[in-house]
């Protein structure tokens, strides 16, 4: 049944909660009868969810004020920022750092910079590489990077020369500003296909590792098409350039939602040959996170966990380019989806900074280095 190729839009798959799917109006009567043939049983979760989007835009208007930039603090995160505003943010944080400097790893389709932040060290000490945002919906993502990259240059004097971190915010900036522009659930990034008017690929099905061969659609117009090739976008070529340039040690990737922290693979239920090492890390790290929400993340790899997917950053990340330690980390669900309510951004930031210092922590350790 290709949900995806009917003008529904799934929002996502577990093998525990099920498939929750987005039905437009106009489709109501004909999805309730396609699943009573199969004979699916289907429960409404919420009848409007435009409700949802206008309280949430309301809500943003009320909070939205000019990002002036005098101070490095001068961002509450109560809001989610647009893509200028991040980068604004980001030439701040350097401008009142010591160590901390911009990363350009290349431009979108349209023409947007993929910019973020380094805190670098010398060579001999462990690295960690950390992207979000690389689905435009998902905006818990890119605004968790911005505390974590905030949270680096507070604590910079201490950090430097003991690990060194790098930080790209929003992988997608074309399907990011669009989703705050047009559609609130785009997903995919905005390149153009010759031959079709659907726009965009899912940045996240384009990486080559096992490409178009699981969780895919060859439908151009699907959220979850993988391009016409492996690396077609100029957004996956850039994260694939630079972590085959930095060859960091742990690998990052913030997704919404959740709450699950996931390792690979995401081609196979077999799993990595350390997956042990990688289990037992994400346990610490979601203990850390209980301790702080009472929340209760799934830890697994993402087949076993969820459903056969290929062509992912994390797949790739380990498999070709050798990242020992790889983690996708879906943030949690607060009853919207991808709607994370603005007074969740504050403890949603906090707590997930907690479980990134276990990651820090854990690869310093593998060098006989202190970073607590």
């Known amino acids: ?21 987005l039905v437009p109006p106009y489709l109501e ?5 396609m699943m009573n043939e199969t004979g ?37 995160f109560d809001r989610f920022l647009r893509y200028e505003e991040i980068i604004n943010f980001i030439h701040n944080l350097v401008r009142h750092s010591k160590y901390a400097e911009i990363i350009n790893i290349g431009n979108s389709f349209e023409g947007r910079p993929i910019i973020g932040l380094k805190i670098e060290g010398s ?28 949270m680096m240059v507070d604590h910079e004097d201490t950090l430097h020369e003991k690990i060194s971190i790098y930080v790209i915010p929003v992988v997608n900036p074309d399907g990011y500003e669009y989703s705050h522009t047009v559609d ?15 726009v ?10 096992h490409w178009a061969e699981f969780g895919a659609s060859p439908d151009p117009c699907s959220d979850i098409f993988p391009g016409l090739e492996a690396f077609s976008e100029p957004e996956t070529q850039a994260i694939r350039d630079t972590i085959l340039a930095i ?60 459903y056969l997917a290929s062509g992912a950053s994390d797949d790739w990340a380990m498999q070709v380019a050798k990242v020992p330690l790889v983690y996708t980390m879906e943030l949690p669900d607060y009853g919207e989806g991808f709607i994370t309510p603005i007074e969740k951004i504050k403890p949603m930031v906090r707590e997930t900074y907690k479980a990134f210092k276990v990651f820090v922590k854990y690869v310093c350790a593998l060098r006989h280095i202190n970073c607590s």
């Open 184 to 198: 609130r659930f785009w997903r995919k990034t905005r390149s153009r296909i010759d031959g079709t008017e659907c």
């Open 123 to 150: 060579k001999n000490i462990p690295k960690i590489f950390i992207d979000a945002g690389i689905h435009a919906r998902e905006w818990a993502a890119p605004i968790t990077a911005l505390y974590l990259m905030k």
């Open 200 to 209: 965009g690929t899912d940045a996240n099905r384009n990486f080559n590792s």
């Open 29 to 33: 009567n004909a999805f309730k009868d």
């Open 247 to 306: 060859e960091p040690d742990l690998y990052l990737t913030f997704h919404s939602y959740g709450p699950m922290l996931l390792y690979p693979w995401g081609f196979t239920k077999s799993l990595p040959s350390n997956w042990q090492e990688l289990d037992k890390l994400a346990k610490i790290a979601a203990h850390k996170l209980k301790q702080l929400n009472g929340q209760d993340y799934t830890i697994g790899s993402s087949a076993n966990v969820l």
């Open 40 to 76: 699916i049983s289907i429960k409404v979760l919420r009848r409007n969810i435009k409700s949802v989007v206008d309280r949430s835009r309301k809500a943003r208007r009320q909070n939205t004020r000019r990002f002036i930039g005098t101070s490095k603090n001068s961002f509450d």
């Open 1 to 21: 049944m290709k949900i995806e190729k009917s003008g529904y839009d799934v929002w996502g798959r577990s093998r525990t909660n099920g498939t929750k799917i």
